[in-house]
C-alpha cells in the first residue's frame, strides 16, 4: 500500500485544532492541489475564499454552530463559480449563455467541480500532517454567508473546510461495507448489509471515546430526514442563478 | 513535496488505455479509498456501478460519444443515492422523510458526497500508477444510463470515471491562476487575470502535441453556453425524486 492510499483510508474529519496557523506555503499547496483536479469541460466552474478576518469567522461560526469554524489554522469557503464563464461576454453575448448557464445541468457541474477541488484540497492537507472537517453546515443560512463573502450574481456558497493541526485523533469512522455501496453493472437489493452494518455501527457508538451514545445508521437517517431543514436554500440557489430550469 | 502532492499535481486525463484489465485488488483498494472520503452528517449518499458488460459498456459509450468509455482498465459510474436512508422506514416515516429528502439541499448533499468520493477513487488510481478521465458526457441522455443500470427511485448517475493504464501522455493542462480562483475574506474582481490567462493559453493550444488549434479560455466558454445543452438533465433528476423543491 503506497503513501497515499494510507493518507486516503486514514482520513478522519478534525474538530479541535492547535492554534497554529497555516503558513502561506502551505495554502498555497493546498489550492494548487484543488486547482488541478478533473473539471468538467475545463469550466473550473468553482471559487475557493479563504477567511482570515475574525470578524467574518465569528460570523460563519455563528451560522454552522460549530466553534472549529472559528478556531482553526485556516478556513476555505468553496463557491460555485459560474460568473467567470460570462467574463468580457457582449450583453447579447451574456443573453444567449443565460438559458443553458442557469439550468441544473450547470447546476451540478460547479457542485461537482467545487467538490472535486475541494477533496484534492483535503488530501493535500492531509498528506501533510493537517486535519480537515468539511462544513456543510454553512447551509445553515446560506445567505447570510453569500452575503458575508460578497459573492456576484452566479456564484453561491456550498460548503467550508476547516483545516490545521489536529488537537484531538478520533477513531476512524466506520464505513458501509463496499458490498452496500458497490455493485456490478446494476442496482441490487442490500438491505441485509445495511441491517448487519446497524448492528456493527450500534457497537462503535456505545463504545467510542468522544460522544459515545446508542445508536444505528438507519435511525440517524430516519431522524435527520424525519424533519425538514434547509428549506431555504432552493430560494439563495435559484435568486442567485443557479438550478433554475 | 510528498508524493501525495506529486501525485495531485501530476493528473492530466488519460483517454487511451492499454488492453488491460485492472486486478480485483486494484478495484478493490480504489472502492475502499472512495468510502473513506468524508461524507455530509454521514449519510453516504452514493452509490458506484463498475460496468463489467460488454453490451453495457457498449451502451454507455454510444451515451457519451467517447470511444474510452467502451476501450478501458476499469468503469465505473458514479450515483447520488437518497434510497438507501429510506431503507426499512415505515410507509408513514417514509412519507415524513420524503419532503427533505427531495429538496435541493439533499440533492446538493449527494452530489457532493459522490464527487467527494469520486476524487478519492481517482487520487487513488493515479497513485497507483493508473490514469482516469471523468464522464460527464454520460449527462448526455441521463434517462438511458438509468435504466441501463437499473437505478431505483432516489438513485441517479450523476457522472462516469474510465480507469486503466495509460496509453498516452498528455500534457498537463494549464489552470486559470490561483489568484483568479482564490480570495480571501470576499469576492474580488479579476477579469484581467483572466484576460492574461486567456492569452497564455492561446499559446499552449496551438503548440499542444494533440488536437492543436486556436483557441481561448473564454472563447470556448462562451460557445459552450451559447447553446443549450442537457437541459433534460432536470426532468429526469426530478422524475427520479431529487431536486423537486
Redesign the interface.
Known amino acids: 500500500?503506497?503513501?497515499?492510499?494510507k493518507?486516503?483510508?486514514?482520513?478522519r474529519?478534525i474538530r479541535e485544532f492547535k492554534n497554529t496557523k497555516l503558513t502561506n506555503e502551505q495554502v498555497?499547496?493546498i489550492?494548487?492541489?484543488a486547482?488541478?483536479?478533473?473539471t468538467?469541460?475545463?469550466?473550473?466552474a468553482?471559487?475557493?475564499?479563504?477567511?482570515?478576518?475574525p470578524q467574518?469567522k465569528a460570523a460563519l461560526a455563528e451560522v454552522s454552530g460549530q466553534s472549529y469554524v472559528k478556531n482553526n489554522g485556516h478556513l476555505l469557503v468553496f463557491c460555485a463559480?459560474l460568473h467567470?464563464?460570462?467574463?468580457?461576454?457582449s450583453q447579447e453575448?451574456f443573453n444567449?449563455?443565460i438559458?443553458?448557464?442557469e439550468?441544473?445541468?450547470h447546476f451540478?457541474?460547479s457542485?461537482?467541480d467545487a467538490?472535486?477541488a475541494?477533496?484534492?484540497a483535503?488530501?493535500?492537507a492531509e498528506?501533510?500532517g493537517l486535519g480537515?472537517?468539511?462544513l456543510?453546515s454553512l447551509?445553515n443560512d446560506l445567505a447570510r454567508v453569500d452575503e458575508l463573502?460578497?459573492?456576484?450574481q452566479h456564484?453561491i456558497p456550498?460548503?467550508g473546510m476547516a483545516v490545521g493541526v489536529p488537537a484531538h485523533q478520533p477513531e476512524?469512522?466506520p464505513?458501509?461495507p463496499?458490498s452496500?455501496?458497490?455493485?456490478?453493472?446494476?442496482?441490487e437489493a442490500?438491505?441485509d448489509i445495511?441491517?448487519a452494518f446497524d448492528d456493527k455501527i450500534a457497537s462503535y457508538y456505545q463504545t467510542r471515546s468522544e460522544n459515545s451514545r446508542k445508536d444505528t445508521?438507519?435511525a440517524?437517517?430516519?431522524r435527520?430526514?424525519?424533519?425538514?431543514?434547509?428549506?431555504d436554500?432552493?430560494d439563495l440557489?435559484q435568486k442567485k442563478g443557479f438550478?433554475k430550469?
Not at 500500500?1 to 492510499?5: G, L, V
Not at 468538467?40 to 473550473?44: A, G, I, K, N
Not at 463573502?149 to 456576484?152: D, E, G, K, N, R
Request: glycine letters at 2%; one cysteine or more.
Open positions: 500500500m503506497n503513501e497515499t492510499i493518507t486516503l483510508l486514514n482520513h474529519s498555497n499547496c489550492i494548487q492541489s486547482q488541478q483536479a478533473s468538467s469541460s475545463y469550466m473550473m468553482y471559487t475557493i475564499i479563504g477567511v482570515t478576518d467574518i463559480d467567470r464563464q460570462t467574463h468580457t461576454a453575448m444567449q449563455m438559458e443553458n448557464l439550468n441544473s445541468e451540478l457541474v457542485a461537482i467538490a472535486l475541494a477533496q484534492n483535503a488530501i493535500a498528506s501533510m480537515i472537517c468539511y456543510g447551509r463573502l460578497s459573492l456576484p456564484v456550498l460548503f476512524r469512522k464505513r458501509l463496499k452496500a455501496v458497490y455493485f456490478e453493472n446494476k442496482y442490500h438491505d445495511v441491517q445508521w438507519t440517524q437517517m430516519h435527520r430526514f424525519s424533519k425538514t431543514i434547509r428549506m436554500v432552493t440557489v438550478n430550469r
